[in-house]
T-cell receptor, first 112, second 111 residues
């Protein structure tokens, strides 16, 4: 069974559109993350939720809005997509007090 | 910003031990050393972590110097599937425990 899953795996869209990426974990973890990996392969934290509460919000444009409907899900909605948003977005989760973060397979977003 | 320094790339022959160094000279007393790897096009994968003592699991061994300013990840019998970018990360257990990734070391295992 997949521990951390993301949908879709690939997303191609045009500038100006609004899109969402979904993440689900079946590990019973209470903390979830969104990371962004750009074309230069740098991985950076974007957001983190703990028990549906936002606890990390890095310097990310407010076009990006995370939403956690429950502990097992963390979605990322992006408004007015720009070329620079093209990247691979990874979701991750961790149990409270745990050392290990489990990552999803990634969503490759291409904005044309 | 990442608080670790790693060589950008390394090569290792299949079946040999791969030793990946990491410098973390500014590590504080309550910070752990973590290693993750990212195989091409996949999500990062946790390998091992340690605080002071050397650690070993089914994937690798972690050797931390006595002053804790550097460490070495050892893959004892490297296989082609170990070709990946390896990240050394230091952080404490406070707060949300975000991972700050540096450039990592691109390890290539050669047949």
């Amino acid at each position: 069974d997949t521990a951390v899953s993301q949908t879709p795996k690939y997303l191609v869209t045009q500038m100006g559109n609004d899109k969402s990426i979904k993440c689900e974990q079946n590990l019973g973890h209470d903390t979830m993350y969104w990371y962004k990996q750009d074309s230069k392969k740098f991985l950076k934290i974007m957001f983190s939720y703990n028990n549906k509460e936002l606890i990390i919000n890095e310097t990310v444009p407010n076009r990006f809005s995370p939403k956690s409907p429950d502990k097992a899900h963390l979605n990322l909605h992006i408004n007015s997509l720009e070329l620079g948003d093209s990247a691979v977005y990874f979701c991750a989760s961790r149990t409270g007090g745990g050392h290990e973060q489990y990552f999803g397979p990634g969503t490759r977003l291409t904005v044309t | 910003d990442a608080k670790t320094t790693q060589p950008p790339s390394m090569d290792c022959a299949e079946g040999r031990a791969a030793n990946l160094p990491c410098n973390h000279s500014t590590i504080s007393g309550n910070e752990y050393v973590y290693w993750y790897r990212q195989i091409h096009s996949q999500g990062p994968q946790y390998i091992i972590h340690g605080l002071k003592n050397n650690e070993t699991n089914e994937m690798a061994s972690l050797i931390i110097t006595e002053d804790r300013k550097s460490s070495t990840l050892i893959l004892p019998h490297a296989t082609l599937r170990d070709t990946a970018v390896y990240y050394c990360i230091v952080r404490d257990l406070q707060g949300a425990q975000k991972l700050v990734f540096g450039q990592g070391t691109r390890l290539t295992i050669n047949p």
